[in-house]
């Protein structure tokens, strides 16, 4: 069985800086895209950024020069640096992988519960 545990957010005051991080544990074979969503109150999930085993990224446009997404691949682990925040990033972060485990030839992508980030004064 496969697990993702999402960590660091919390409150934090318009203009602060919040680290996420999210740790794959289990029988993983290997991961290929590892990424973050947002789901704010009353909208669609939207994506935020994606980083594959190469290191290659993707940052939404609303994010862009502000939130930074890594991983370390030796500890299944991605995180999103998120500076210059703003009250329009309030909202529950997921993040999810495209795991291949030790049961199937083939990746299929897994979700952590999320953990919220509240940016307010």
């Known amino acids: 069985q496969v697990q993702l545990v999402e960590s660091g957010g919390g409150l934090v005051q318009p203009g602060g800086s919040l680290r996420l991080s999210c740790a794959a544990s289990?029988?993983?074979?290997?991961?290929?895209?590892m990424g973050w969503y947002r789901q704010a109150p009353g909208k669609q999930r939207e994506l935020v950024a994606t980083?594959?085993?190469?290191?290659?990224?993707v940052h939404v446009d609303s994010v862009k020069g502000r939130f930074t997404i890594s991983r370390d691949n030796a500890k299944n682990t991605v995180y999103l640096q998120m500076n210059s925040l703003k009250p329009e990033d309030t909202a529950v972060y997921s993040c999810?992988?495209?795991?291949?485990?030790?049961?199937?030839?083939?990746?299929?992508?897994?979700w952590g519960r999320g953990t919220q980030v509240t940016v307010s004064s």
């Open positions: 999810y992988a495209n795991i291949r485990d030790s049961t199937s030839y083939s990746y299929r992508p897994w």
């Open positions: 289990g029988s993983i074979v290997s991961i290929n895209i």
């Open positions: 980083i594959t085993s190469g290191g290659s990224t």
